[in-house]
C-alpha cells in the first residue's frame, strides 16, 4: 500500500469518503421530495395510508440525514490537511459557493427539520407541511450549491487569475451557472429521485412477499410500491435523455473524458460504438472489442459520418484512466436501462391488473433495490476519474494541488477512514435495514420478536428471582 506516492493516497482518500457521503444526500434529496409529496396526498385525500407511510419513511430520512451530514464534515476537513495547495488557488471561487450553500440550504434543512420530525401536533398540518415542503426545498438547494462548485471544477468560467495564481470571480453569474452545470444538476437530481424510487420500491416488493405469507390488508405496502414504479416508469426514461444531453454537453467541452468513456484512442469519423473491450493505456488501443459499426458517431454528434476525438490526440500524461472510464460508464448505463425496463414490466402488469399478485416482479425490484446506489457512484467515477488529471479542468493539475503531505501519514489516515467508516456507517446501514423491515403498518406499540422475546426472558428471570427471596 504505501508503495504508493502521497498523490494517489491522497486521491485514495477523498475517493473513499466523497463514496460514502455521495449515497447519503443521493437517497435524501429524493426521499424529501417524496416525504412532501405523502403529506400533500394525505392533506388533500385524509388517507391514513399517506400519513402512515410518511411516519415511516421520516424516521428513516432523519437518519440518512444524519449519516450524510456526517460523513460531509470530514471531507472538508481533507480540503484543508490534504489539498490546501487546491484549496487557496480556488478558494476565492469555491469558498462562497460552500459558504451559500450551508446559509441557504444546510440552515433551511436545520431549521425545519425539528418541525417535521416532532412538530406535527404542536404547529397544525398546515405550518407542518410547510416546514416539510422547506427541508425537500433545502436538500434541493444542496444539491444546486455542490453541483455549481462541481460543475465549475469541470466547465470553468467567469474567473481570472490573479498575481499570485488564485482564481478570482469577476462574473459570478457565469461562475454559478458555468456551461456544464444546467446538465449535471439535472442528471444528478434526477438520479437521486430513481435512488430513493428503488429503495422505496424495494422495501415495498419486500412487504408485499411477506404477505403472502400473512393475511392481512397490505395497503400501505401496495401503495409505496405502486408510486415507486410510477416513478421509475416515467423518471427512468427522462434520465436516458437527460444523460444524452449531458454527454453532448460533455464531447464539446471536455472530449478527453469522452474519448475515456468510449474507448476511442484514434479519432475517427463513423466510429462505432464499443459495446465491451479491454481498454490498453500502454498499448493505446482497446483489445477484444465488440463493437456497432458507425453508431457511437450517431449517438455522440447525430451523424452516421461525425468525427469522435480519441485519447491519442493528447498528451500521454493529460489522458483520463481509460478502463475505470471505460467500464464505470457502462455499469451506469445499463443499470439506467435496467430501471426502465423494470418500469415499463410494471406498466405491463398494472395494464393487466396484476401488479401486487406478481412474484417475480418483486424479487426483481427487491434484487434492484440498491441500484440506484451503484449507478450514482459508478456516475460519479465516471465523472471525476474522467477529469482527470486536473483539478480544474485544462487549469490546475491534480499533482499541483496537493499539501506537502508524507505518503505514510496519509496512508495510515486512510486505514483509520476504512475502520471507522465501516464500523459507524455499516452500524447506521444495519439499522435502516431493521427499520424497513418493520411493515409500515405495523401498530407502532408493536414490539418485534426480538424485544417480545427479551421481555419473556426478563419476566421469567424476575420471577425467579422473587420466588427465590420468598
Known amino acids: 500500500m504505501f508503495d504508493f506516492d502521497a498523490a494517489m493516497l491522497a486521491r485514495l482518500q477523498f475517493a473513499f469518503t466523497v463514496s460514502f457521503h455521495i449515497i447519503f444526500p443521493a437517497f435524501t434529496i429524493g426521499l424529501a421530495s417524496y416525504l412532501a409529496v405523502l403529506e400533500a396526498l394525505w392533506l388533500a385525500t385524509r388517507r391514513q395510508v399517506f400519513r402512515t ?30 489539498w490546501s495547495v487546491f484549496s487557496d488557488k480556488t478558494g476565492p471561487v469555491l469558498g462562497p459557493l460552500m459558504g451559500y450553500e450551508v446559509l441557504s440550504a444546510f440552515f433551511l434543512e436545520a431549521g425545519f427539520l425539528g418541525i417535521m420530525l416532532f412538530g406535527l401536533k404542536r404547529v397544525g398540518p398546515g405550518l407542518h407541511f410547510f416546514a416539510t415542503v422547506m427541508v425537500a426545498f433545502g436538500t434541493f438547494l444542496s444539491a444546486f450549491w ?35 452545470f444546467p446538465y449535471r444538476l439535472v442528471h444528478m437530481v434526477l438520479a437521486a429521485y430513481l435512488t430513493t424510487a428503488f429503495v422505496v420500491g424495494a422495501t415495498g416488493a419486500w ?19 405502486s408510486m415507486a414504479m410510477w416513478m421509475a416508469a416515467i423518471v427512468a426514461p427522462i434520465q436516458i435523455v437527460a444523460g444524452d444531453f ?30 465491451f473491450g479491454l481498454p490498453d493505456m500502454e498499448a493505446e488501443e482497446t483489445k477484444y472489442a465488440v463493437e456497432i459499426p458507425k453508431l457511437g458517431s450517431l449517438i455522440l454528434t447525430h451523424d452516421w459520418e461525425g468525427e469522435v476525438q480519441g485519447l491519442k490526440n493528447w498528451p500521454a500524461e493529460e489522458r483520463p484512466y481509460a478502463p475505470l472510464v471505460f467500464w464505470s460508464f457502462r455499469i451506469m448505463v445499463a443499470l439506467g436501462f435496467a430501471m426502465m425496463g423494470l418500469g415499463l414490466w410494471s ?56 499539501s506537502p503531505v508524507d505518503a505514510q501519514a496519509v496512508g ?53 428471582s422473587k420466588g427465590a427471596a420468598s
Open 53 to 82: 407511510l410518511f411516519d415511516y419513511w421520516k424516521t428513516i430520512f432523519a437518519v440518512t440525514f444524519g449519516m450524510g451530514v456526517v460523513s460531509g464534515i470530514v471531507m472538508s476537513y481533507q480540503f484543508g490537511t490534504n
Open 146 to 180: 455542490i453541483l455549481s462548485a462541481n460543475s465549475w471544477m469541470h466547465t470553468p468560467a467567469g474567473h481570472a487569475i490573479n498575481d499570485v495564481g488564485q482564481f478570482v470571480p469577476v462574473d459570478w453569474w457565469a461562475v454559478i451557472f458555468n456551461p456544464s
Open 207 to 225: 412487504h408485499l412477499l411477506k404477505s403472502r405469507r400473512i393475511p392481512g390488508d397490505h395497503e400501505a405496502a401496495r401503495v409505496m410500491f
Open 246 to 275: 449531458h454527454g453532448l454537453n460533455t464531447l464539446e467541452h471536455q472530449p478527453a473524458k469522452i474519448a475515456a468513456m468510449e474507448g476511442h484512442f484514434e479519432s475517427q469519423k463513423g466510429a462505432p460504438l464499443i459495446l
Open 347 to 402: 406498466l405491463w402488469l398494472r395494464y393487466t391488473d396484476r401488479l401486487y399478485d406478481a412474484p417475480w416482479m418483486h424479487r426483481a425490484a427487491l434484487a434492484m433495490g440498491p441500484a440506484g446506489f451503484v449507478a450514482v457512484l459508478a456516475g460519479w467515477i465516471t465523472t471525476e476519474a474522467g477529469r482527470q488529471p486536473w483539478t480544474v479542468y485544462g487549469l490546475l493539475l491534480t499533482r499541483d494541488s496537493l
Open 412 to 464: 495510515a489516515s486512510l486505514i483509520a477512514f476504512i475502520l471507522v467508516y465501516f464500523a459507524v456507517f455499516g452500524a447506521g446501514t444495519f439499522y435502516l435495514l431493521r427499520l424497513m423491515h418493520r411493515a409500515p403498518d405495523a401498530p407502532p406499540d408493536e414490539p418485534d420478536a426480538q424485544e417480545a422475546a427479551l421481555a419473556a426472558r426478563t419476566a421469567v428471570f424476575r420471577g425467579a
